[in-house]
Antibody
């Protein structure tokens, strides 16, 4: 079966960093891009950026540019999202999603990772 | 960035009825690059429609998408109990990708 399995919930202090993983299975990892989306409590969906699992090319949301880094490891079919200088308003569920290369709609989603930023 | 405004904010209907959800863009969406998702509590969003009108794999033909330019519509012809959820539109024609704020479809 086709899955994206994410790492578990995290609790971080303001100013810290978090790295969330997303492991793909059931499909050829490098045939798709990986996008990250977050959803703050009670809020809508916010696009964070995408990475090509084939080339490593990235595109980040202007709001997060400089604080977020997306990477992939094709040897383990995994994608990673690192967010630095965490603030309380970064508290959200962070989800990875798959999109066909060159098309940015998302046909497979991970179940999400809750990141709580609190002192 | 393109701002997507969904209406209504909440739609109260009964099973068997027809639902019409609207998504309006602040500027034209390139190549009709618009998708629809629904999300049930505690679950990940599920892709329903892409390219404004193409159904995703496994989505029944009760769901249909239409529109172009700045005005898009998702229609659910006969509501079933599992359809009650929050619906989001998303444009992917311009960077940054943006989502609408959602329409909550609730049982009347």
């Amino acid at each position: 079966q086709i899955h994206l399995v994410q790492s578990g919930a995290e609790v971080k202090k303001p100013g810290a960093s978090v790295k969330v993983s997303c492991k793909a299975s059931g499909y050829t990892f490098t045939n798709y891009d990986i996008t990250w989306v977050r959803q703050a409590p009670g809020q809508g969906l916010e696009w964070m950026g995408w990475i090509s699992a084939y080339s490593g090319d990235t595109n980040y949301a202007p709001k997060l540019q400089g604080r977020v880094t997306l990477t992939t490891d094709a040897s383990t079919n995994s994608a990673y999202m690192e967010l630095r200088s965490l603030r309380s308003d970064d508290t959200a569920v962070y989800s990875c999603a798959r999109n066909p290369r060159g098309h940015w709609y998302f046909d497979l989603w991970g179940r999400g990772t809750l990141v709580t930023v609190s002192s | 960035e393109i701002v997507l405004t969904q209406s209504p904010g909440t739609l109260s209907l009964s099973p068997g009825e027809r639902a019409t959800l609207s998504c309006r863009a602040s500027q034209s969406v390139s190549s009709n690059s618009l998708a629809w998702y629904h999300q049930k509590p505690g679950q990940a969003p599920r892709l329903l429609i892409y390219g404004a009108s193409s159904r995703a794999t496994g989505i029944p033909d009760r769901f249909s998408g239409s529109g172009s330019g700045t005005d898009f519509t998702l229609t659910i012809s006969r509501l079933e109990p599992g359809d009650f959820a929050v619906y989001y539109c998303q444009q992917y024609g311009s960077s940054p990708i943006t989502f609408g704020q959602g329409t909550r479809l609730e049982i009347k």
